[in-house]
C-alpha cells in the first residue's frame, strides 16, 4: 500500500476527496501503525514512518470514506513509570469522526496479565474492539442560522436523546431513541409549545459501556464514559452506517435551529471511558497513557481521580488541551451546536493540585474565537479537594447553581432557612456573581436534573429506591432534601396527590420565573416519575424513559402558560440585577425596582430577614424601569408584579401594599388553583393558601412609549 508523507495536521483522518492524511499524536511510542479493517475483520498494517513534533503521520491515496480504521503503538511497558504501551492492542483515534461497532469485555482488552499485572498481555484485541471510521464531512446546511438566543431570553430543557424519544407514539418505531426522533416534528412542537429555547442533551460524544454494569445486565445509559470526543454517539443513529450518525446528528440540528431551539452539549473533558489501572486499554492508555492522565505523581502506576471514575484527563499537558479545544471547535464549526455544558468542570480547572479558574484551560477558551463565542456552562464542582466552586468560575460562564436547587427544595418542603438565602436566590444570586462582573444569566437555575430525584418524585418520596441498579441501595445522594407529602411513593388519597400536584406547580413557577436561566428537566413539566431512583445512570428502560401517553396535562398545560408568562415580560428576566434604588413610575411617583413584603404589606426589615421560621414572603417587581416592546413596535415600560409565596403548612393572610405601589391588583397565577382573586384593591387582604405562589399583576397600567408622537401607551 503506498504511503506519502502527508502532514502533522490536522489530527486524526483527514479525507480530501482523493486520499486520506492520517495523524496521532504520541510522545513517548517507538513506533505507530495504521490499521485497515474490512468488513470480515481482516487487517491491514500500514506503519507510519513520518514523526514531527510528536506527530506521527502519513497520507494514503485512495483511502476515503467508510474506511474502517486504528492503530497499534509500540513502547515500553512499565506500569511503574506510567508507561503502558502494547502492540497487541487496537486503539481507537482519538480524532476519530465516527466509531462502528461496540465493545465486547474480556481479557484482550485488558494491557496487562490478570495473573500478573507487572506482564504485558499478547492476545489481540481487534476481535473485541470498535473501529474509527473515514468520513467525508460534506453537509448541506441549506440556510441553517443559529438561533443565538438572547442569554436573558433562554430557556433549557435538559434532555436524553433516548429517554426523551423512546415511548412517542406519534414517531416512527425506527426513528425512536435516535437524532432522527429527536428532530421529529412531535418533539419540535413540544418544545415549542414549552417555551424551549435551548435543549441541553446529556452526553452524545461516543461513549462505551462499563463491564461491571454490563455483567449486571445493564448499561451506561447517562453516557458519562467517554471514548471519542468528536464522534456522535452511533447507538443514537437510526442510520445503518456509521458515517449516517453524522449526518443524521447534522440533521437534527438543522432541523432544530430552524425551530429556533439551540443545541447544547453535555461534555465529558475531565476523565475518559478507560477507568483506573485496571481498565481497559482501547485508547488514550495505549497511545500516550503519561500523556492523556494525570498520573499520580509519587505512583505513576496509579490514577489521581477528581472524578469519581478512576482517572482524569492531564489538563496540564499541551496536547491535551489541544484535543479539548480542537473537539469544542469541531462541535461548532462542523457540527453547529450552540453551546456546551461541562462535565465536572472543576476538574478542568486543576492545572495542578488546587482548583484554579485562571488555569490553562480557561485562558484558551477565553481568547478562542470561536469557542469563546457560544453558550458555556459549568457543573461548578469535582469530587477533588475544593471541589465546589459554584459563583469562582470566569466572567464568560455561566454555571448550574446548586446553592439555587437546594434552597428552593428546603423552601418548599418548610424546612426552616433565612428568608434572605431565598430573595437572593429568587433574583439571580448576586452574591454569587456580581462580585466578578457578570449577570444574572450567569445563574442556571435548576431544581432537578438528571442526577437526582424527578419533580413528581421530589414531592413523593423521602428516601431514594435504586435497588433496581443493583448496588443495594448504597448508590445515589442521601440528602435529596425532599417530602413525600404522605406515604412514600405512590397512593390513591386524593388529599395528598392535591398537595403533591400543587407544590409540583409552585416548583414550577417558582423556576420560570426566578431572575436567571431556568433549566427543565425532561419529563419534569408531565409528572414523570422514576419510581424513587435518584441514580438511573444505568436505567435504560422504561424507568427512566419518558411515558408520552401518561402524561399529566393538566401539569403540562400550567408550565406552558407559566413559560408564555416569563416570555412576555421581560421583568421576570432582567438583563441586569435589582439595585434596589428608587424608578420613576408613569405618575411621577418612585418605587424602588424591588421590594420585599412582609405579610401586613410592610417592607422587610434587616431583623426579619433572619427569622428562620418564617415560610412567607411577598416580592414587588417594579416594571417601569424595563423596556419592552408592543405588538406596533412601540418601545414601553413592562408591567408592575407581586408574587407571594407561601411554604407552610397553613394558609397565610397578607396585607396588598398600599396606592403607591399600585391601586389594584388583578391574579394572574394560582398554584394552588383555589384563589378568585377578585377585588384586590390596595391595603386589601389576601388569604394565600399553604404551599403556594401568587402571582399578580397591575392591569391597564399607563406605560411610556417611545413612539414618535410621545404619547403614552398601554400594556
Not at 176 to 186: E, F, M
Not at 422 to 438: F, I
Request: proline share 6%.
Amino acid at each position: 500500500m503506498q504511503v506519502w508523507p502527508g502532514a502533522p495536521y490536522p489530527l486524526g483522518a483527514t479525507f480530501d476527496g482523493s486520499g486520506t492524511n492520517f495523524a496521532l499524536f504520541t510522545e513517548s511510542a517507538t513506533a505507530v501503525t495504521l490499521c485497515f479493517v474490512d468488513a470480515s475483520g481482516a487487517e491491514i498494517r500500514v506503519p507510519l514512518a513520518e514523526v514531527d513534533g510528536y506527530i506521527w503521520h502519513g497520507y494514503l491515496p485512495g483511502i476515503g470514506p467508510g474506511q474502517r480504521y486504528g492503530y497499534r503503538v509500540d513502547g515500553p511497558y512499565e506500569p511503574a513509570a506510567g508507561l503502558r504501551f502494547n502492540p497487541d492492542k487496537f486503539l481507537l483515534d482519538p480524532y476519530a469522526k465516527t466509531m462502528e461497532g461496540t465493545i465486547e469485555w474480556g481479557q484482550a482488552l485488558l494491557s496487562y496479565s490478570l495473573e500478573d499485572p507487572q506482564r504485558r498481555d499478547e492476545s489481540d484485541s481487534l476481535p473485541g474492539m470498535m473501529t474509527a471510521v473515514v468520513i467525508d464531512p460534506a453537509f448541506d446546511w441549506e440556510d441553517d442560522r443559529r438561533p443565538n438566543t438572547p442569554y436573558h431570553d433562554t430557556v433549557i430543557y435538559e434532555a436524553h436523546v433516548k429517554g426523551l424519544t423512546r415511548l412517542h407514539p406519534e414517531i416512527p418505531e425506527l426513528l425512536r431513541g435516535t437524532y432522527a426522533g429527536l428532530g421529529h416534528p412531535s418533539i419540535v412542537a413540544h418544545l415549542q409549545n414549552l417555551g424551549v429555547t435551548a435543549i441541553e442533551l446529556m452526553p452524545v460524544q461516543q461513549f462505551i459501556h462499563d463491564s461491571q454494569l454490563r455483567e449486571r445486565g445493564l448499561s451506561n445509559y447517562w453516557g458519562y464514559s467517554t471514548i471519542g470526543f468528536f464522534a456522535p454517539h452511533n447507538a443514537y443513529a437510526s442510520a445503518p452506517d456509521a458515517a449516517g450518525a453524522v449526518t443524521e446528528f447534522k440533521t437534527m440540528v438543522r432541523t432544530l435551529h430552524k425551530a429556533g431551539i439551540e443545541v447544547i452539549l453535555d461534555v465529558v473533558y475531565n476523565h475518559s471511558g478507560e477507568g483506573n489501572h485496571l481498565g481497559p486499554t482501547i485508547s488514550f492508555r495505549g497511545i500516550d497513557n503519561a500523556s492523556y492522565y494525570r498520573l499520580d505523581d509519587s505512583r505513576p502506576e496509579f490514577y489521581m481521580d477528581f472524578t469519581g471514575t478512576g482517572n482524569s484527563l492531564n489538563v496540564r499537558t499541551p496536547h491535551v488541551l489541544q484535543l479539548i479545544m480542537d473537539s469544542l471547535r469541531y462541535w461548532v464549526t462542523e457540527m453547529h451546536v450552540d453551546g456546551f455544558r461541562f462535565d465536572l468542570a472543576a476538574a478542568l480547572a486543576r492545572q495542578f493540585y488546587e482548583v484554579d479558574r485562571l488555569s490553562g484551560f480557561f485562558d484558551l477558551v477565553q481568547q478562542d474565537p470561536i469557542v469563546s463565542r457560544v453558550k458555556l456552562i459549568a457543573e461548578p464542582w469535582d469530587l477533588g479537594p475544593g471541589g465546589y466552586q459554584v459563583g469562582n468560575f470566569p466572567p464568560n460562564w455561566s454555571e448550574w447553581n446548586g446553592r439555587y436547587r437546594d434552597t428552593l427544595r428546603d423552601f418548599w418542603r418548610g424546612e426552616p432557612s433565612t428568608l434572605g438565602e431565598l430573595a437572593s436566590r429568587l433574583t439571580g444570586s448576586s452574591d454569587l456573581y456580581e462580585h466578578s462582573g457578570r449577570r444574572p444569566m450567569a445563574s442556571i437555575n435548576f431544581i432537578t436534573a438528571h442526577d437526582g430525584f424527578t419533580l413528581a418524585d421530589l414531592v413523593a418520596y423521602n428516601r431514594k429506591h435504586n435497588e433496581a441498579n443493583g448496588e443495594s441501595n448504597a448508590d445515589g445522594e442521601n440528602n435529596n432534601r425532599s417530602w413525600n407529602g404522605g406515604p412514600e411513593g405512590g397512593t390513591d388519597d386524593p388529599a395528598i396527590l392535591r398537595l403533591r400536584s400543587r407544590r409540583q406547580r409552585s416548583l414550577i413557577a417558582t423556576l420560570l420565573l426566578s431572575q436567571g436561566i431556568p433549566m427543565i428537566l425532561h419529563g419534569d413539566e408531565m409528572g414523570r416519575t422514576q419510581q424513587g431512583n435518584n441514580n438511573a445512570y444505568a436505567q435504560d428502560s422504561e424507568l427512566s424513559w419518558i411515558h408520552w401517553e401518561d402524561a399529566d396535562k393538566d401539569l403540562l398545560d400550567f408550565a406552558v402558560a407559566v413559560s408564555r408568562l416569563r416570555a412576555a415580560h421581560p421583568t421576570f428576566h432582567r438583563r441586569r440585577f435589582f439595585s434596589g434604588r428608587p424608578v420613576r413610575q408613569p405618575d411621577g411617583g418612585q418605587v424602588p425596582d424591588i421590594v420585599w413584603l412582609k405579610p401586613d404589606g410592610t417592607p422587610m426589615e434587616p431583623l426579619d430577614w433572619t427569622d428562620g421560621r418564617s415560610l412567607a414572603l411577598g416580592m414587588y417587581l417594579n416594571g417601569s424601569g424595563i423596556r419592552c416592546s408592543d405588538r406596533t413596535g412601540s418601545q414601553m415600560t413592562d408591567s408592575d408584579f407581586i408574587l407571594y409565596f407561601n411554604a407552610s403548612a397553613e394558609s397565610r393572610k397578607f396585607t396588598l401594599p398600599p396606592a403607591r405601589y399600585a391601586l389594584h391588583w388583578e391574579l394572574v397565577l394560582d398554584t394552588s388553583l383555589k384563589v378568585t382573586g377578585t377585588g384586590l384593591m390596595a391595603g386589601g387582604a389576601l388569604e394565600v393558601p399553604s404551599h403556594t405562589l401568587l402571582v399578580l399583576r397591575e392591569p391597564g397600567k399607563v406605560v411610556h412609549a417611545k413612539a414618535h408622537d410621545g404619547e403614552q401607551g398601554r400594556l
